[in-house]
């Protein structure tokens, strides 16, 4: 199956035949073809064949990913009708640990890089040693299957242990980044009541050394449910154990049991696995409870069949343990693959620093935020000129939508023959519904393709289904990575209202977007900062695509305001440090915008900030700002990076006109 080329507009980059002789997914379909007879011409025709028949291809994607399982199902999908409530792979028994450890060898799985310049490797064989000696560890703390085990750690191979030991068990494992501050900890971490918490005594982010030792101590006054912490030590700070109450180091922890055989607990396809959370920033976060098969299947997909994932390849995403790309990334030790894992800032000492792992590292699959590739543009860093990248075959990009600007840069200059595959979907469904393709063209602005089995469609106002028009991304059958459900949501009236209060039976995402011509996708914003003015519905993601291209602004918000009966376009602008908002560049903007989109995307006022609130896990919080300039509060403040930057759009003059 060839590339599809329909327009004489020219893509940025086509699949040679090579690329796509050699594909996991040309294997993928000679497979379809030796056991079912099927051949598809086009990319299109075989996606529809994934969503109408799913028990074919489901059960094609176990097969190819080779899941390990101990019994094979009785049903692959029952109540097919109902979403939520189908049913997967019912009676198959498994375990997603010992899926990621079939690999025990002594090739490399993890090369691990922190900020300080530190560097680590840990082979297979290592991995699974110190997997077994961790679950040894906890089976002794009478850890069982069910109890939960949180993790207050940066992005390092203790983590991956930790996490694959809990699930080794039959345990749930949920994670949060070292930089929540106390309450955000608790909003999570207080809802699920872990037996277990692993924690580091420090991190290191953008030159400074960070001590986390307070914060654990009062985070495990306050969870009474805390039986042990585990302490990672990172930083190396004087860790006084007598101040937090059962306390052991790592090592310790471990040590007795390095010699321990690693049995895995087989456990239903729908077992819980993870626990994840919404970004919290309207409300106490929803935790959001995930499958070990329904993770496992869905990431082996999306890794071999989209991402082209293989053993020799070397897989990095920068992602904290917060969001997440981390447990869509640790999930290539499914495929064999070598992971590097980095923690600290990405811009520090300089923009290029994850380019140099890169280079070091020959990283052959490179995943960052849109954001990060943003910045890199404004940093007017040049890669093709300083940096060896010849391995380099995909770079992934997600988080927020990429702009036409970004999508050039790339290709311009870090490497003009790279699959760059901008990703779409969410922490709802830890994968994508949207994503990359390696036997597709890239067009500018555009994602590929909807994914392999997920029903994607877009649906306007009245539920009907339109192609080429903005609307609701919805998804109308069910998949296996669907949440099982929401913790403490016994009637399951929070999950119900999450996704499918839009459309009754139908999942609704929350994204703005439309199908192109080319069927691939544009993600035009979250639905819910759509911008109505004069009931003309704009996605934010429009007018940012224009904004980014100018030299001066660093980075936009952008929000609308009620005003006089109406909503009015609000645009606040970061700019470049010595740049000011003069009238010539507010005149800029305006024709940028007007030229490039309609007169309704243009903003009734154009405000300079210092600074932009967002998350944690880097997103900008729309929502938040637009309450702020309503005058109301902003709940769970400490679901943000930067809350301080709030205070930046309050009480603006600007805005009384």
């Given at each position: 199956m060839g590339p599809d080329i329909e327009s004489c507009k020219n893509p940025l980059w086509v699949p040679d035949e090579c690329t796509i002789q050699q594909s996991n997914l040309s294997a993928f379909q000679e497979k379809l073809k030796t056991d079912l007879g099927l051949e598809f011409d086009r990319y299109q025709t075989l996606h529809k064949w994934s969503v109408t028949h799913p028990e074919q291809f489901w059960t094609q994607v176990w097969e190819f990913g080779e899941v390990r399982c101990s019994k094979k199902w009785d049903t692959v999908l029952q109540n097919p009708d109902q979403f939520p409530g189908a049913k997967w792979f019912s009676g198959a028994r498994l375990n997603f640990a010992e899926n990621l450890l079939r690999d025990r060898s002594d090739r490399i799985a993890i090369v691990s890089r922190l900020e300080n310049g530190s560097r680590r490797t840990v082979s297979y064989s290592e991995l699974y040693k110190k997997v077994a000696a961790c679950a040894e560890g906890l089976r002794n703390l009478g850890v069982t299957r069910g109890d939960r085990i949180a993790g207050f750690m940066p992005n390092i191979p203790e983590t991956i242990v930790a996490m694959l030991a809990t699930s080794s068990i039959g345990a749930?494992?949920?994670?949060?980044?070292?930089?929540?501050?106390?309450?955000?900890?608790?909003?999570?971490?207080?809802?699920?009541?872990?037996?277990?918490?692993?924690a580091c005594d420090g991190y290191f982010y953008n030159g400074k050394t960070l001590n986390s030792l307070p914060k654990l101590k009062e985070i495990c006054g306050r969870i009474e449910s805390i039986e042990k912490l585990v302490l990672v030590p990172v930083t190396n700070q004087n860790i006084l154990m007598t101040e937090i109450p059962?306390?052991?180091?790592?090592?310790?922890?471990?040590?007795n049991h390095f010699e321990s055989e690693l049995c895995f607990e087989q456990l239903p396809f729908d077992h819980p696995l993870y626990i994840m959370y919404s970004s919290g920033t309207t409300g106490v976060p929803k935790c959001i409870v995930?499958?070990?098969?329904?993770?496992?299947?869905?990431?082996?997909?999306?890794?071999?069949?989209?991402?082209?994932?293989?053993?020799?390849?070397?897989?990095?995403?920068?992602?904290?343990?917060?969001?997440?790309?981390?447990?869509?990334?640790?999930t290539g030790l499914a495929s064999k693959a070598t992971l590097v894992l980095y923690d600290g800032s990405p811009f520090?000492?300089?923009?290029?620093?994850?380019?140099?792992?890169?280079?070091?590292?020959?990283?052959?699959?490179?995943?960052?935020?849109a954001k990060y590739i943003a910045a890199l543009k404004k940093s007017g860093a040049r890669f093709t000129q300083t940096h060896d990248l010849r391995g380099l075959h995909t770079i992934l990009s997600t988080g927020s939508p990429l702009s036409d600007d970004s999508f050039r840069y790339v290709?311009?200059?870090?490497?003009?023959?790279?699959?760059?595959?901008?990703?779409?979907?969410?922490?709802?469904?830890?994968?994508?519904?949207?994503?990359?393709h390696p036997h597709l063209p890239v067009w500018e602005g555009e994602i590929q393709c909807k994914a392999l089995g997920m029903a994607v469609e877009i649906w306007n106002e009245n539920g009907t289904s339109v192609t080429m028009q903005k609307g609701e991304l919805v998804c109308t059958k069910p998949f296996p990575s669907a949440p099982i459900y929401f913790w403490n949501d016994?009637?399951?009236?929070?999950?119900?209202?999450?996704y499918f209060d839009t459309f009754p039976g139908i999942w609704a995402q929350g994204d703005y977007a439309e199908i192109t011509e080319h069927e691939g996708l544009v993600i035009y914003g979250r639905s819910d900062a759509v911008l109505n003015p004069g009931g003309v519905r704009i996605?934010?993601?429009?007018?940012?695509?224009?904004?980014?291209?100018?030299?001066?602004?660093?980075?936009?918000?952008?929000?609308?305001?009620?005003?006089?009966?109406?909503?009015?376009?609000?645009?606040?602008?970061?700019?470049?440090?010595?740049?000011?908002?003069?009238k010539e560049l507010k005149a800029n903007i305006i024709d940028t915008i007007r030229r490039e989109t309609t007169?309704?995307?243009?903003?009734?006022?154009?405000?300079?900030?210092?600074?932009?609130?967002?998350?944690?896990?880097?997103?900008?919080?729309?929502?938040?700002?637009?309450?702020?300039?309503?005058?109301?509060?902003?709940?769970?403040?400490?679901?943000?990076?930067?809350?301080?930057?709030?205070?930046?759009?309050?009480?603006?003059?600007?805005?009384?006109?």
């Open positions: 749930v494992w949920s994670s949060c980044s070292p930089d929540f501050g106390i309450n955000g900890v608790m909003d999570r971490f207080g809802q699920i009541t872990p037996k277990v918490l692993f059962n306390t052991t180091l790592f090592e310790d922890f471990s040590a995930h499958s070990a098969g329904g993770s496992l299947i869905q990431h082996l997909k999306e890794h071999q069949l989209h991402t082209n994932l293989k053993p020799e390849d070397v897989l990095f995403f920068f992602t904290t343990c917060g969001w997440m790309m981390w447990n869509w990334l640790v520090y000492p300089q923009p290029e620093s994850l380019m140099d792992i890169a280079e070091r590292e020959a990283i052959s699959i490179f995943g960052v935020s290709y311009d200059e870090i490497k003009s023959d790279v699959a760059l595959a901008s990703i779409s979907g969410g922490t709802d469904i830890l994968s994508a519904f949207v994503l990359g016994d009637t399951n009236e929070k999950y119900l209202s999450a996605g934010t993601a429009e007018i940012y695509r224009q904004v980014e291209k100018l030299d001066e602004v660093m980075e936009s918000i952008c929000v609308g305001q009620d005003w006089e009966g109406d909503v009015r376009v609000i645009l606040f602008v970061v700019l470049q440090p010595k740049c000011r908002l003069s007169p309704r995307h243009v903003p009734a006022k154009i405000i300079a900030v210092q600074d932009i609130p967002r998350t944690i896990s880097g997103k900008i919080v729309e929502l938040a700002v637009r309450k702020i300039i309503h005058n109301q509060s902003v709940n769970n403040t400490d679901a943000l990076a930067n809350p301080e930057a709030l205070q930046l759009f309050k009480n603006l003059v600007e805005l009384e006109s």
